[in-house]
């Protein structure tokens, strides 16, 4: 079955050629076809160009797009959109007054939520967490990565793991699991945390890799939850059992999490508020992706990721949400877009590269998502009738889409 788009206002993010992703000077170049077309077949992308150059073809539904832009779906490249219940409770402390770390130290935060997750049936987090998968997509994402670590024993975890697994199975778009066991350090184990690292090493990691119920490791590398030699320890096992390291790094402070991340050949380091000049040389000429997750900068009132010193600097930047009920509980990516233009000083061009082809990249995808080019999904979004591209970052709050094609079909 094919598909041909006409009359594209402006087709963005054309990569001829199959790329990894983009840094430094390069990631200000977002190449587009200006009056294109688009064929889909079977779910891929199968040509594309100008209207001049736009084939007659028999048997194919025509979609005639005048005045709209297409440009390929937002890759999130770090979630943690299925949890247990919310917490607007914390919300509400901290604007009176309380800290992330103090509703941590005092039991809540990350804890609060595995709580939830003890007790609530994987019939019913698969409910609860599909919802916000089926917004997530009408708003545009069309790859996303999710993690567990609100389950913090073997069961809760697995739960999770599976229920993840089963959504990757439901819905049309490619969703990547991560294993974030090392998330926090359950409240029965707080003062013995190396007992709970055994028990990550010795049964949790080789049951998930057992269970294929993961493709990468994530570890919350920061003071007070995992230390350098924890993160360390933990990544060389993760990764004899094949899994790839994703990890969380200097969100609060900055102790050295990038350098073991790049020690582990980590696909991404994300959060990076916090962030010293070694770090962003210990990144250069590495494959591992940095990761900057303005919503949690934004719903915390932390320091936004120096996006520009960076970039500046040759590395590459992926953009994602951080969904997930304690430090930034909305998965719009085009908010995130918006934000590494507002707020992280990024161009237009830089952030769609960033939530694009460098968001594909840091889950792994860049195979086939992240660009419209030959083979890859048919994962694309038709925007409402906009003057420019400029337009999605400008007008914040809002987003412009129409409709949202997940290979090749429309969603509903
Ligand atoms: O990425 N920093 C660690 N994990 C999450 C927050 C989790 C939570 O508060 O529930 C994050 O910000
Ligand atoms: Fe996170």
């Known amino acids: 079955m094919q598909t041909l788009f006409i009359n594209i206002k402006e087709l963005v993010q054309v990569r001829e050629k199959p790329m990894s992703f983009v840094g430094g000077k390069d990631m200000a170049i977002l190449p587009t076809i ?18 001049g150059d736009c084939p007659e073809l028999k048997d194919v539904e025509v979609v ?19 949890y247990a219940g919310t917490r607007e409770a914390e919300f ?26 003890q007790y609530i049936s994987e019939e019913e987090l698969y409910s609860q967490s599909k919802v916000r998968l089926e917004a997530i997509i009408r708003l545009g994402t069309g790859a996303v ?47 013995n945390k190396n007992e709970y690292i055994n028990i990550l090493i010795d049964e949790m990691i080789p049951r998930v890799a057992d269970e294929n119920l993961a493709d990468f490791i994530d570890v919350f590398c920061e003071t007070g939850y995992f230390s350098v030699e924890d993160t360390d320890q933990i990544l ?7 899994l790839i390291p994703k990890i969380h790094v200097n969100q609060f402070t900055a102790i050295g999490g990038v350098q073991v991340g790049v020690k582990h050949n980590a696909l991404s380091v ?14 250069k000429q590495t494959k591992t992706m940095p990761v900057a997750l303005p919503g949690c900068s934004y719903f915390l009132g932390i320091p936004y990721t120096p996006a520009r010193k960076m970039i500046d600097s040759g590395l590459s930047l992926a953009i994602a949400t951080d969904y997930n009920p304690g430090s930034a509980p909305s998965g719009n990516m085009n908010f995130i877009v918006s934000s590494a233009c507002i707020k992280l000083k990024m161009t237009p061009e830089e952030a769609i590269n960033a939530a694009t082809i460098n968001g594909a990249y840091a889950m792994g995808l860049e195979g086939q998502v992240g ?7 048919a994962n694309f979004i038709v925007t409402k009738p906009i003057s420019s591209y400029n337009f999605l970052p400008y007008s914040f709050g809002n987003h412009c889409i129409e409709n949202v094609y997940l290979k090749g079909r429309v969603v509903e």
């Open 64 to 82: 005639d797009v005048s005045g709209k832009t297409v440009l390929p779906t937002w890759c999130d490249s770090h979630t943690h959109l299925v």
């Open 92 to 117: 509400v402390d901290r604007i009176n007054g309380l800290s992330y770390e103090e509703i941590a130290q005092r039991g809540g935060g990350i804890l609060n939520s595995a709580k939830a997750l």
């Open 145 to 191: 990565e999710i993690k567990s670590g609100y389950g913090l024993n073997l069961a809760s975890e697995l739960k999770m793991l599976r229920v993840i697994k089963r959504l990757n199975e439901d819905y049309a778009l490619p969703i990547k699991a991560t294993f974030l066991g090392a998330h926090a350090i359950p409240q029965e184990f707080k003062d």
């Open 270 to 283: 994300d959060h990076l508020e916090e962030i010293r000049d070694q770090d962003i040389e210990a990144l």
């Open 236 to 242: 060389d096992i993760g990764t004899k059992y094949g």
């Open 371 to 377: 660009s419209i080019t030959k083979g890859k999904l």
């Open 34 to 51: 200006k009056d294109a077309f688009l064929l889909v077949d079977n779910g891929l992308i199968s040509d594309y160009g100008k209207m």
